[in-house]
């Protein structure tokens, strides 16, 4: 997600800075092939002057990833990570809580936007190509961090949806498993994101 998204990001015109990987190698890698204003750093640089932090890792990383980061106050976490148990097959948190809200209360002073976790990856570049507008849900508890977020949902080519404050990531982040049953237990491949359709009399 993170890779994929950065380099969108990048080809939209943002600066982004690819960090969090086992090796360093394949996050300059990543950064060339982005073709736009990219780099590699750690998650320290990368949250240093960024205006926006996309979180998009294991739910088990999430803790060593933010220690690594440092001091985030006042920065803008947009979080596609979901809170699934290490052999990925359940959400370790929900009904009552979120992983987008456990993240918020780790790091609070932060503002934390949930967003991108509820499509496949694979579908990010075709979304981005423009050839349909996909919507994409996304919920927060404040208004300007949810702007940038609509900024960057609007950039890779989905048709923002706000669902509300942060506590609607309890319903979004279980959506995220039907859409995962969709693209990986079905036949007809990953590349799928869903739209909603309003019908006014
Ligand atoms: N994939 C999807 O379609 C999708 C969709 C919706 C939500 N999500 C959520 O998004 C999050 C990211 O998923 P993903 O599929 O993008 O994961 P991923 O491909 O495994 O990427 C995670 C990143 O973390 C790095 N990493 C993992 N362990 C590390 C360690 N010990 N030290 C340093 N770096 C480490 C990986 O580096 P390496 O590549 O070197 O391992 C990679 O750069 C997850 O929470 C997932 O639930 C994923």
């Not at 690819?18 to 640089?45: D, I, N, V």
């Not at 694979?122 to 190509?129: C, D, G, M, P, T």
């Amino acid at each position: 997600m993170g890779g994929k998204l950065g380099t969108l990001f990048a080809r939209a015109g943002h600066e982004v800075v690819f960090s969090y990987a086992h090796r360093t190698e394949k996050l300059k890698r990543l950064a060339r092939a982005a073709q736009g204003k990219a780099r590699a750093g750690t998650p320290r640089e990368a949250a240093q002057d960024a205006d926006a932090l996309l979180l998009a890792v294991h739910w088990s990383r999430v803790d060593d990833v933010l220690s690594q980061a440092g001091d985030l106050s006042g920065k803008v976490i947009v979080t596609c990570s979901l809170p699934m148990n290490a052999d990925d097959s359940a959400l370790l948190i929900g009904h009552d809580s979120s992983g987008a809200e456990a993240l918020a209360k780790k790091v609070p002073k932060t503002r934390v936007v949930s967003a991108f976790g509820t499509v496949p990856s694979e579908v990010l570049f075709a979304v981005y190509e423009g050839r349909r507008k996909p919507s994409l849900v996304y919920c927060g508890d404040e208004a300007r961090s949810k702007q940038v977020a609509v900024e960057l949902i609007r950039d890779v080519g989905f048709d923002p949806v706000d669902a509300g404050p942060l506590r609607i990531a309890r319903y979004t982040e279980p959506f995220t498993l039907l859409i995962a049953q969709l693209a990986y237990e079905g036949t007809e491949g990953p590349e799928l994101a869903y739209r909603f359709e309003r019908f006014r009399s």
